[in-house]
C-alpha cells in the first residue's frame, strides 16, 4: 500500500543546517516532493526528484534519495526564520496519477 | 504564476446545513483537480479525484453523497458538505493540475467550522 511517514517535528537554531526525514513504502513511486505550509495557507511546491536520481540541489535546498531505503530527505542550508512552516514529503507514481502525502514536520527555529 | 483559488478561506455553520467551497484554477485550464482535507495533526488526506466532465474518483472511506463534487468547467470545481456535522470541521484544500508541465497548484484552504 501507500504510505509515507515523517515525524512530526523538528527545531533546529537559527543559521544551522535542517534536515527533514521521509520515508515512503511504494517502491513504484516516480516522483518524490517536498511541499512547504506556512500556517493558515496552502501548500507550495519546493522541490521534486525523481526516482532514477540520487540528489537534487537548488539553492539552499538539497534532496537526497536513498531508494533502496525508500529514504528521502530534504536539507535546508542556513535555516531562516522565514523557513519556520510545516514540510510535506510527498510520492505519486506519475506527473498525472494522485500524490499520497505525508504526515507533515513541523520546523520551528530558534534564536 | 499559475494561482489557484479557494473561496471561502473560513466558513462557520451550523450543523445539519451545507456549505459549498470552490476552488478554481485562474491561470490555466485545469482537467483535473484533488482535494484534499487537513487533519488536525498536520496529516493531509486526498479525498477525490476532481474531473472535468465526469463523475469524481473518491478515495476509499471518503462518503460520496457527503461529500459532493462538481467539477463543470474547466476553471472550476465544487466541494459541497451535505448536512455537516461538528466531526466534518477541518481545513480542505484543493488543487489543480496544470495541463502542459503536470505540476501541482494548491489552493489557500479553506477552514470549514461546523457548530
Known amino acids: 500500500g501507500e504510505d509515507v511517514e515523517q515525524s512530526l517535528f523538528l527545531s533546529v537554531r537559527e543559521g544551522d543546517s535542517s534536515v527533514i526525514n521521509c520515508t515512503y513504502t511504494d517502491s513504484s513511486s516516480t516522483y518524490l516532493y517536498w511541499y512547504k505550509q506556512e500556517p493558515g495557507a496552502g501548500l507550495q511546491l519546493l522541490t521534486y526528484i525523481f526516482s532514477n536520481m540520487d540528489m537534487k540541489q537548488d539553492q539552499r535546498l538539497t534532496v537526497l534519495l536513498n531508494k533502496k531505503d525508500k529514504h528521502l530527505s530534504l536539507r535546508i542550508a542556513d535555516t531562516q526564520t522565514g523557513d519556520s512552516a510545516i514540510y510535506f514529503c510527498a510520492e505519486s507514481y506519475s506527473s498525472a496519477s494522485k500524490i499520497i502525502f505525508g504526515s507533515g514536520t513541523r520546523l520551528s527555529i530558534r534564536p | 504564476g499559475a494561482v489557484v483559488s479557494q473561496h471561502p478561506s473560513r466558513v462557520i455553520c451550523k450543523s445539519g446545513t451545507s456549505v459549498k467551497i470552490e476552488c478554481r484554477s485562474l491561470?490555466?485550464?485545469?482537467?483535473?483537480m484533488f482535494w484534499y482535507r487537513q487533519f488536525p495533526k498536520q496529516s493531509l488526506m486526498l479525498m477525490a479525484t476532481?474531473?472535468?466532465?465526469?463523475?469524481?474518483?473518491?478515495e476509499q472511506g471518503v462518503e460520496k453523497d457527503k461529500f459532493l463534487i462538481n467539477h463543470a468547467s474547466l476553471t472550476l470545481s465544487t466541494l459541497t458538505v451535505t448536512s455537516a456535522h461538528p466531526e466534518d470541521s477541518s481545513f480542505y484544500i484543493c488543487?489543480?493540475?496544470?495541463?502542459?508541465?503536470?505540476?501541482?497548484?494548491f489552493g489557500e484552504g479553506s477552514r470549514l467550522t461546523v457548530l
Open positions: 476532481s474531473n472535468e466532465g465526469s463523475k469524481a474518483t473518491y
Open positions: 488543487s489543480a493540475r496544470a495541463p502542459r508541465s503536470g505540476e501541482l497548484f
Open positions: 491561470d490555466f485550464q485545469a482537467t483535473t
